[in-house]
């Protein structure tokens, strides 16, 4: 299994962030890809990805920390580290963010458009946060859209009608977490309307534990649990969830791809 969106990074896992990953190992998480946060969680970032080649390292500047002053975290970003020698598998985590506080929905879309384009200039795929904010994400990509444009809505939570407006855009998936676990979770109804191929597995650690572990600190191992009531919903083992969307990310992020040069 791949986990496609994990801060293992975090200072949550300070204390034992090598046993969380041998944990995650032992029930078969082969790669956990890591998105960043802001310049703030980068060189946590860089020492995890030293350590273990198993974690692989996107770079973006997440919506909540964006700013009056966002525009020198990109300088950062854009222009140091996309053009240094560490390489990213995907320009993330980025997006617009709406539930704690719209006062710079103005800067969060200009950041968001920027990262977009960066992401078409560098040919990775972008990784999408939309919280409370799926028609502000959607009307942008109606017009940023393009052929060589690609990426995942992580902890993806819209409605049939997104779902299906985003399959439209032709290179898009979903990234599916916890979320779908939870006892009154709409996922479930609505991933009936999205093939398989189009899903990716992932965690959000230390965020949104799935069932059982819902409140407590989430990590890459309780992956399982989320492929696991994949295969009630699509009514299929859980080994044909393991193998498509292990090949879903490879499609998406080009994995093998990555790991040679």
Known sequence: MIDTH??????????????????????GVDYILLPNIDVNSIDALHKLVKLDKGCIPMMGLHPCSVDLEYSNQLKRIGFELFQGDQKYIAVGEIGIDLYWDTSFIEQQIAAFRMQINWAKELALPIVIHARDSMTEILNILDEENSNNLRGVFH????????????????????????????????????????????ILLETDAPYLAPMPHRGKRNESSYLFYIADKLSDIYECPIAKIKNTTSENAEELFQLSKFLVT
């Open 6 to 27: 994990a801060h293992m990074y975090s200072e949550q896992f300070l204390e034992d962030q090598a046993e969380a990953i041998r944990r995650a190992r032992d029930k």
């Open 155 to 198: 902890c993806f939570s819209g409605t049939t009608e997104d779902a299906e407006r985003i399959i439209a855009y032709g290179g898009f998936k979903f990234g599916i977490g916890g979320v779908v676990t939870f006892k009154n979770s709409t996922l479930p109804k609505v991933l009936k309307s999205i093939p398989l191929n189009h």
